[in-house]
């Protein structure tokens, strides 16, 4: 189950014109729940599996689906939470929901070292998810704005849920925003900006991006990323033109050119049942994901927020994962040790 605003919406969803559910085999549904005929069954005709199965041990069924920013309104979202308050922003006469204009060599444009402004339909989305999911440990990759909402998130949680966390689940990062970035330059800039009740929350690693290739397909990978188990993953990095080398005279480094960056597809078999991923924009290298993801995920694309989401639908894979679904994506009730 998904908590969406107190809201609960299923794990599983069919294949549809925004959300679908990503699996390696396309063929067969990937094992939902021990009624695997129910399963295959509710797969096949476009029903949403909903885990786990009622007392009887059957799944719930309905066709209905929830959309993860369901009840957000970033207005009030951002003046309740001090969004502003964290970049020293004046929000008079500024609408949060309006989308920055840049032109069209702007965000590839490898001379341009000025941040931009903050966008905070974006931030807000991210605070909020991070909150109503009760996310634990995050793993950002292309350090930012980003980097100071996701710690705020961390630190209204723990604030919130530590005691809990700390009894009941088996977490060995609560509560900590692991940022990877290819610059260890904009990486200071990042840590200077982050307010001083924040810092103890954010812990930076940079490391160099090379062009290699997964499954025959050019691509990005970085030398080396955290060794975490996060339970949101925000995938905003790396700058295409910080790429190193070429598979046979293939870069990122033009304007042309588009992110592929495949640092999730070697994280995946380690990431546990419930991990949320937000990609920001990329949607080549959401595609890209998409099509080369082994375990079942459910995916949608949010076009008006030029976002993409995957989330990581199995089972749980023994008592504490279930806890922790519980506890993060449930109807809100705290799960007893």
Same mark, same amino acid.
């Given at each position: 189950?998904?908590?969406?605003?107190?809201?609960?919406?299923?794990?599983?969803?069919h294949e549809?014109?925004e959300?679908?559910?990503?699996?390696?085999s396309r063929?067969?549904p990937?094992?939902?729940a021990?009624? %695997?005929? @129910?399963c295959?069954r509710?797969?096949t005709?476009g029903?949403?599996?909903?885990?786990p199965p009622?007392k009887k041990g059957r799944?719930?069924?309905?066709t209905t689906?929830?959309n993860?920013?369901q009840?957000?309104?970033i207005?009030a979202?951002?003046?309740?939470?001090?969004?502003?308050a964290?970049?020293?922003?004046?929000?008079?006469?500024v609408?949060p @929901?309006?989308?920055?204009?840049?032109?069209?060599?702007? %965000?590839?444009?490898?001379?341009?070292?000025?941040?931009?402004?903050?966008?905070?339909?974006?931030?807000?989305?991210?605070h909020?998810l991070a909150? %109503?999911?009760?996310?634990?440990t995050?793993l950002?990759?292309g350090?930012g704005?980003?980097t100071?909402v996701?710690?705020d998130a961390m630190?209204? /949680?723990?604030?919130e *849920?530590?005691e809990y966390?700390?009894? /009941?689940?088996r977490r060995?990062n609560p509560?900590e925003v692991?940022?990877?970035d290819q610059?260890a330059?904009?990486?200071?800039?990042?840590?200077r900006t982050?307010?001083?009740?924040?810092?103890?929350?954010v812990?930076?690693?940079?490391?160099?991006?090379?062009m290699t290739?997964f499954?025959?397909?050019a691509c990005?990978? *970085?030398s080396?990323i955290? /060794?975490?188990c996060?339970?949101?993953?925000y995938?905003?990095?790396p700058?295409?033109f910080?790429?190193?080398?070429?598979?046979?005279?293939i870069s990122t480094?033009?304007?042309?050119?588009?992110p592929m960056s495949?640092?999730?597809?070697?994280?995946?078999p380690f990431?546990l049942p419930?991990?949320?991923i937000?990609?920001?924009?990329?949607t080549?290298?959401?595609r890209?994901?998409r099509n080369?993801f082994q375990?079942?995920w459910? *995916?949608?694309?949010?076009?008006e927020?030029d976002l993409?989401?995957?989330?990581?639908?199995e089972p749980?894979?023994?008592k504490l994962n279930?806890r922790q679904?519980?506890?993060?994506l449930g109807d809100g009730a705290?799960?007893?040790?």
């Amino acid at each position: 189950m998904i908590r969406t605003g107190g809201a609960e919406a299923p794990l599983m969803v069919h294949e549809g014109q925004e959300e679908s559910c990503v699996h390696s085999s396309r063929s067969a549904p990937p094992p939902a729940a021990r009624d %695997t005929r @129910t399963c295959r069954r509710a797969w096949t005709t476009g029903l949403v599996v909903e885990w786990p199965p009622n007392k009887k041990g059957r799944l719930r069924r309905t066709t209905t689906m929830s959309n993860l920013f369901q009840g957000l309104d970033i207005r009030a979202w951002c003046e309740a939470n001090g969004l502003y308050a964290l970049f020293n922003h004046d929000p008079a006469g500024v609408d949060p @929901t309006r989308k920055l204009e840049k032109g069209i060599y702007e %965000t590839v444009d490898p001379d341009n070292h000025v941040p931009f402004p903050p966008e905070f339909d974006d931030l807000a989305r991210l605070h909020f998810l991070a909150r %109503t999911r009760r996310v634990t440990t995050v793993l950002e990759i292309g350090a930012g704005k980003s980097t100071v909402v996701l710690a705020d998130a961390m630190r209204r /949680n723990q604030a919130e *849920y530590g005691e809990y966390v700390k009894a /009941n689940l088996r977490r060995a990062n609560p509560f900590e925003v692991h940022t990877l970035d290819q610059s260890a330059e904009w990486i200071e800039v990042c840590r200077r900006t982050l307010p001083a009740e924040l810092t103890g929350y954010v812990h930076f690693q940079s490391a160099t991006v090379r062009m290699t290739t997964f499954n025959g397909r050019a691509c990005t990978l *970085y030398s080396r990323i955290p /060794n975490v188990c996060p339970d949101l993953i925000y995938l905003d990095g790396p700058d295409q033109f910080a790429v190193e080398g070429d598979v046979h005279g293939i870069s990122t480094r033009s304007a042309d050119r588009l992110p592929m960056s495949a640092d999730l597809l070697l994280l995946e078999p380690f990431l546990l049942p419930g991990t949320l991923i937000v990609v920001d924009g990329r949607t080549a290298n959401a595609r890209f994901l998409r099509n080369n993801f082994q375990r079942p995920w459910r *995916y949608a694309h949010h076009v008006e927020a030029d976002l993409h989401t995957f989330e990581l639908v199995e089972p749980p894979l023994g008592k504490l994962n279930e806890r922790q679904i519980r506890f993060c994506l449930g109807d809100g009730a705290l799960v007893s040790a």
